[in-house]
Structures are given as C-alpha cells and as structure tokens.
C-alpha cells in the first residue's frame, strides 16, 4: 500500500485504466489514504474481506472525481457507528 494525500491518489486514479484499477482505503489520520493496485491477488484478497476501511475500487477521471464523494460517504458511516455506541 502507499500512504498518500488525496491529490496524490486521485491523479494515480485519473491515470489508471480499467483494468488496473486503484483501491483506496481510509487511514486513522485525516486527510491521510491508502492506495494499492486492486488487480493484485493479495488486494482482491483484502477487498473481498470488505474491510471497514475500504472506500472502494477507482480508476479513470470518472473515478478520481467520485473518490471525494465516497470519502465523505465513509466517514459518516463511521460517525453513525460511534454515534450507536
């Protein structure tokens, strides 16, 4: 994985193509992501635990705009599970 902010990630996400696309994973630092290449079978092993974590699977200028869409979509997912605590 490589720890990256989220211009970094989104500019390896606009220049991966469909078939090798990136998966993005939310850190404990804000503003603070975790990039892989999701084809590898070490990735697919991880994404297909549905980790927490996991924001989802992007590539293409589509998906380097709708990462900051699914960020914030996370993170009130993680906010509603503190809040059920």
């Known amino acids: 994985m490589s720890i990256?902010?989220?211009p970094i990630v989104q500019e390896r996400i606009r220049t991966a193509p469909e078939d090798s696309p990136i998966a993005v994973f939310l850190t404990k630092k804000e503003g603070i992501l975790n990039a892989c290449f999701a084809?590898?079978?070490e990735s697919q092993r991880i994404i297909s635990?549905?980790?927490e974590n996991l924001v989802?699977?992007?590539h293409g200028y589509e998906?380097?705009?709708s990462?900051?869409?699914a960020i914030?979509?996370?993170r009130v997912e993680?906010?509603?599970r503190i809040d059920e605590l």
């Open 39 to 41: 084809a590898t079978i």
């Open 49 to 51: 635990e549905k980790p």
């Open 72 to 74: 914030g979509k996370k």
């Open 56 to 58: 989802g699977v992007f």
């Open 63 to 65: 998906g380097a705009s």
């Open 78 to 80: 993680e906010i509603n």
């Open 67 to 69: 990462l900051v869409r």
């Open 4 to 6: 990256s902010t989220l």
